[in-house]
């Protein structure tokens, strides 16, 4: 998916958090890193409508997230750093039915959905369980399955590894290295990056460096740590 920010600004209050970003993605693994309050989680909320530009416009495939922010939320998914912000039903079914609910989705196809999806990602076995009683990993992949289950094009992920041990980190990078989906990561795990198309750093609203993670990744270790 094509998305593009044409002259964005995004100000809370009298300060500028993002400063008039001209950026184009289209890769199919995008990553973003940069200091905390650089910008990160506002850049990428503008990219399915949770945020939307002070000045300037994004365009996800073609259509102003100002203006068509219905269409938007179907086309991007959103996985947050905090899956307690996300999964919101006592059982993962259950949580996961939710959306494809509110969608239209013919009920008796849910069932199915929901146990392909989880399938999908190997955690099947975590169908009847109840969410509060899930470890942070299951927790990251519920979510992220009850994102994808709604057959997003693109999927962005505010830094999905930051609750994890190292397994369920691993568990997710693989996870994410192998979605057919177009990714955008926001992360401070800089390893995750590995073989991805393009990185952006942002620093204080800007995008001060944007390249292949082999020359990204050792400017921002240079000048951000
Ligand atoms: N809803 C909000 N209201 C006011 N200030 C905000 C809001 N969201 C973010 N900010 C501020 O914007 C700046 C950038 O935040 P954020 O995009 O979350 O950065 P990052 O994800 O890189 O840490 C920070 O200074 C933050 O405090
Ligand atoms: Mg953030």
Excluded at 33 to 58: C, H, M, W, Y
Excluded at 132 to 158: C, I, N
Excluded at 184 to 191: E, P, S
Aim: net charge neutral; proline share 5%.
């Amino acid at each position: 998916m094509r998305i593009t920010l044409d002259g964005v600004s995004v100000r809370f209050g009298t300060r500028t958090v993002l400063d008039a970003l001209d950026v184009e993605l289209t890769e199919q693994r995008i990553g973003i890193i940069g200091s905390n309050g650089s910008g990160k989680s506002t850049f990428a909320r503008l990219l399915n409508g949770l945020v939307l530009p002070d000045e300037g416009t994004v365009l996800v495939g073609g259509h102003d997230t100002a203006k068509d922010v219905r269409r938007i939320r179907r086309q991007v998914g959103f996985v947050f750093q905090n899956p307690d912000n996300q999964i919101v039903l006592p059982l993962v079914e259950e949580d996961m039915a939710f959306g494809l609910r509110n969608t239209g989705v013919p009920r008796k196809e849910i069932p199915g959905r929901v146990r392909e999806q989880l399938a999908h990602l190997g955690i099947a076995a975590l169908a009847d369980r109840p969410s509060h009683a899930l470890s942070g990993g299951e927790k990251q992949l519920v979510a992220l399955a009850a994102v994808l289950v709604m057959r997003p094009e693109t999927v962005v992920f505010d830094e999905p590894t930051t609750l994890l041990d190292l397994r369920n980190r691993n568990l997710i990078r693989d996870t994410v290295a192998a979605l057919p989906q177009q990714a955008v990561v926001l992360t401070h795990d800089l390893d995750l990056l590995t073989g991805f198309d393009r990185v952006l750093v942002l620093d204080r609203g800007r995008v001060a460096h944007d390249g292949p993670p082999r020359t990204a990744v050792p400017w921002y270790v240079e000048r951000c740590s």
